[in-house]
């Protein structure tokens, strides 16, 4: 089946400084991406969808300048926390739509654990 | 923000019963129905999917859709202790392909 891979699984991080989350779709091509975030206890809320070649959609509230998406290839998405504060520890998990993956249904990837100190 | 509502639980039963997970969503226009399994500190794996009203059985899981309750549920039939985790409810709205989720129900498997 359709697989994502998403990396790194853990990282912690300084305050201020930056994290670059990269999903990969390894079997697939995958037109669109979502990035999703879930605190404890809190179901996956999506922060923006990823278009390859174009902009990200950001959900309202999500900051695009705080969270940079890149989509330059029809297998790679990322996404970048950029001056990172301990607010933005979460778990952040990529999903991929494309024509290998079935008609309508999503991928995810095994999942970022931010811990911003 | 179209909703999805689900009850938090925990939900307990016993080892080799039926397990009924419920969920209701706002959008009327909706049109597919996810279940994904959540084991803590994992990301959500697919269960099931469907897409018309009635049942879909697929092994110890059946999905059962009534669009015109707007309501989508799942049991998981001889339940095992393996199948703890959060269940998570997912509709696909009206528009755009991106799913919104419920907040999960906790569903314990007692030996």
């Known amino acids: 089946g359709a697989v994502v891979s998403q990396h790194p699984s853990r990282v912690i991080c300084k305050s201020g400084t930056s994290v670059k989350i990269e999903c990969r779709s390894l079997d697939f091509q995958a037109t669109t991406m979502f990035w999703y975030r879930q605190f404890p206890k809190q179901s996956l809320m999506l922060m923006a969808t990823s278009n390859e070649g174009s902009k990200a959609t950001y959900e309202q509230g999500v900051e695009k300048d705080k969270f940079l998406i890149n989509h330059a290839s029809l297998t790679l998405s990322t996404l970048t926390v950029t001056s990172a504060h301990p607010e933005d520890s979460s778990f952040y998990i990529c999903?991929?739509?494309?024509?290998?993956?079935?008609?309508?249904?999503?991928?995810f990837g095994a999942g970022s654990r931010l811990t911003v100190l | 923000q179209k909703e999805v509502e689900q009850n938090s639980g925990p939900l307990s039963v016993p080892e080799g019963a039926i397990a009924s997970l419920n969920c209701t969503y706002s959008?009327?226009?909706?049109?597919?129905f996810f279940w994904y399994r959540q084991y803590s500190g994992k990301s959500p794996e697919l269960i099931m999917s469907i897409y018309s009203n009635g049942d879909k059985e697929d092994g110890r899981f059946t999905a059962q859709l009534n669009k015109a309750s707007q309501y989508v549920s799942l049991l998981i039939r001889d339940s095992q202790p393996s199948d703890s985790a959060t269940y998570l409810c997912a509709v696909n709205p009206s528009s755009g392909y991106a799913l919104n989720f419920g907040k999960g129900t906790s569903l314990l498997v007692t030996p």
């Open positions: 999903s991929a739509l494309g024509p290998g993956a079935g008609a309508n249904v999503l991928t």
């Open positions: 959008d009327r226009g909706s049109q597919s």
